[in-house]
């Protein structure tokens, strides 16, 4: 199993940036894909963006792309999203999750381990 702690999130205006941490700690860190979620008020949990192991391969919601970036320092146990050009329809509490899949993995169903969740508000 892997704990993972979210951190970064908070109020901003729309057009700037956030840059969202999660740090993992409990089975190897990298070994496992790593993926962002988010969900809004009312509606369903959705994928974001996702990252392999090694850090070389990532992939992208057509929402988010363009505008997102995921990263990761196995190093560090950390996996980062950051978020450039921030909209309104952004808003929503942003989780980060760890398996042990094939890559990519865009359904929530693939990642065992889940965070707490960091919630984004970008205001107009």
């Known amino acids: 199993q892997v704990q993972l702690v979210e951190s970064g999130g908070g109020l901003v205006q729309a057009g700037g940036s956030l840059r969202l941490s999660c740090v993992a700690s409990?089975?190897?860190?990298?070994?496992?894909?790593m993926g962002w979620f988010r969900q809004a008020p009312g509606k369903e949990r959705e994928f974001v963006a996702a990252i392999n192991w090694s850090g070389d391969s990532t992939y992208y919601a057509g929402s988010v792309k363009g505008r997102f970036t995921i990263s990761r320092d196995n190093a560090k146990n950390t996996a980062y999203l950051q978020m450039n050009s921030l909209k309104p329809e952004d808003t929503a509490v942003y989780y980060c999750a760890a398996g042990l899949l094939v890559f990519p993995a865009t359904l929530e169903t693939l990642y065992p381990d889940w965070g707490q969740g960091t919630q984004v508000t970008v205001s107009s």
């Open positions: 409990g089975r190897t860190f990298r070994n496992n894909a």
